[in-house]
């Protein structure tokens, strides 16, 4: 391993393949690190009781990797223990059950990875201009997130 190979890292990705929880904690482990955690948000069949077939998913792709960018680097002013941090968005379609995002973080010790997940999740619904489309059985809707900051901006 050379000096460089353990450098603290940001693994962003936004793309239409269907995400892997291998790939993604792959990413960030690190031998200094005795901490990878993991958030894993997936399709669910259902929303206030209507039945949900999928999820689809559109990003302003420049612009939504600027904000994770910015997020990674809030991490890291918040958390200096944090090693790496990996971010993967899926777009397009996305099927009940499958991941629509997966975030990781390693860090020396749990805490810090855990609330620094936490942190990109929560931060990553409010400012990163990913739009979500519910295909219901019998009709579809865009949806805000309801963290989302401009979602409460008068129009």
């Known amino acids: 391993m050379n000096e460089n190979e353990d450098e603290p890292k940001d693994f962003i990705k936004l793309n239409y393949e269907k995400l892997s929880t291998d790939e ?26 209507k039945k949900v077939i999928h999820l689809e998913y559109e990003a302003y792709s420049p612009m939504a990797e600027a904000e994770i960018k910015k997020i990674c680097r809030d991490v890291r002013q918040k ?22 995002v997966i ?3 390693s860090s020396p010790q749990r805490v810090a990875s855990l609330e620094a997940v936490q942190y990109c999740i929560n931060t990553l619904k409010a400012t990163v201009p990913i739009w979500k489309k519910e295909i219901y059985e019998e009709a579809h809707s865009w949806k805000e997130n309801k963290e989302c900051f401009w979602a409460n901006v008068e129009k």
């Open 24 to 49: 993604v904690s792959e990413l960030v482990i690190s031998p200094c690190c005795g901490a990878v955690s993991l958030f894993i948000g997936t399709t669910r069949n259902n929303f206030e009781g």
């Open 79 to 100: 958390w200096p223990s944090v090693k790496h941090i990996a971010v993967h968005h899926r777009l397009g379609l996305v099927p009940v059950t499958e991941a629509s």
């Open 103 to 105: 975030v990781a973080v």
